[in-house]
């Protein structure tokens, strides 16, 4: 199992470019595989990445996630492309539905049919950033063109697939998906079985799960899980995650998160090994020491 850093936090030295850059090189120096990155509210991830990516040489590049709506796919095809060829072919291209309040109240565009909207996104996306001809009809979609990077041969793409069908959609359109509020219990009897039985259908090769965690090393557990809940309070609101925190059992956030001294987080790393996760994506917490914790996942690699 790979083992990487999220980043994109929504303050502190990483909303600069020379604090990501610093935060990047030093994950490289770690020895980290990947470095994802959110796709929040300050800087746009791939443009942000394929900065990184001049400034890194070794470690993998991915966004975890940029929301599909308000980029048509040709042109999130083209802006994936020139950010894989900033990094020089280590970016990953993680994208998701994002969620109704935020797509509907913030774009005022409309949330209706998310799952028709995915796949139509996925048919032109998919072979767009294999940069192959694309000419399609659909009902929310029509795209016609090549995106032509010659510094890109091809960009991984992963779904933010959570419910049954968009499982489907990402073992059968996409290379895997990248989770986030889902825990153990969930991963390896909803996750992972369903999407690769959907890659298996469709004759793909196994698809990667990434699975994002929230991660810390702490001293004072109990307070450190008061902290979580009510910094983290809003995931446990929104449906998609709420639906994943119900099907574990969770009552909220800091359930589902790997919390806790050394041996409690070498456990729970040991477990999403033995159900099968592809990689794993570190949500540093801010409720312990930051450093040690980087230091305990990095000699976990």
């Excluded at 009902?139 to 991984?156: F, H, K, L, N, T």
């Excluded at 909220?252 to 999403?272: C, F, H, M, V």
């Amino acid at each position: 199992m790979k083992i990487g850093i999220n980043s994109g936090a929504a303050s502190g030295p990483e909303t600069t470019f020379p604090g990501l850059i610093e935060r990047a090189k030093k994950m490289e120096a770690h020895g980290f595989d990947c470095f994802w990155m959110a796709n929040m509210f300050g800087l746009d991830a791939l443009t942000a990445l394929a900065i990184v990516g001049q400034n890194t040489t070794k470690i993998q590049l991915g966004t975890a996630v940029v929301p599909s709506y308000p980029r048509h796919p040709l042109v999130m095809a083209q802006q994936a492309a020139t950010t894989n060829a900033a990094a020089s072919g280590r970016f990953h291209l993680g994208i998701g539905l994002s969620h109704k309040p935020i797509i509907e109240g913030m774009f005022g565009m409309s949330y209706d049919k998310p799952a028709k909207h995915m796949r139509e996104y996925l048919e032109v996306l998919a072979p767009a950033v294999r940069n192959e001809k694309v000419n399609y009809k659909g009902e929310q979609y029509s795209a016609r063109g090549q995106i032509a990077v010659s510094e890109s041969e091809s960009v991984p793409v992963l779904v933010a697939a959570l419910g049954d069908v968009m499982l489907k959609l990402a073992g059968t359109l996409a290379d895997g998906t990248i989770t986030w509020m889902t825990g153990l219990k969930t991963l390896e009897d909803h996750i992972i079985p369903k999407i690769r039985k959907a890659a298996a259908d469709a004759g793909r090769p196994e698809p990667r799960i990434v699975a994002g965690v929230p991660t810390a090393i702490v001293s004072d557990k109990e307070a450190a899980v008061a902290r979580i809940e009510k910094g983290m309070k809003m995931y446990g609101q929104l449906d998609s995650y709420r639906a994943m925190l119900n099907k574990e059992g969770a009552s909220g956030p800091s359930d589902i998160a790997n919390i806790g001294d050394e041996g409690e987080l070498r456990k729970y790393i040991q477990r999403l090994r033995d159900i099968g996760v592809t990689d794993l994506n570190c949500a540093v917490l801010g409720v312990g020491d930051h450093d040690t914790t980087v230091e305990f996942m990095a000699s976990e690699l």
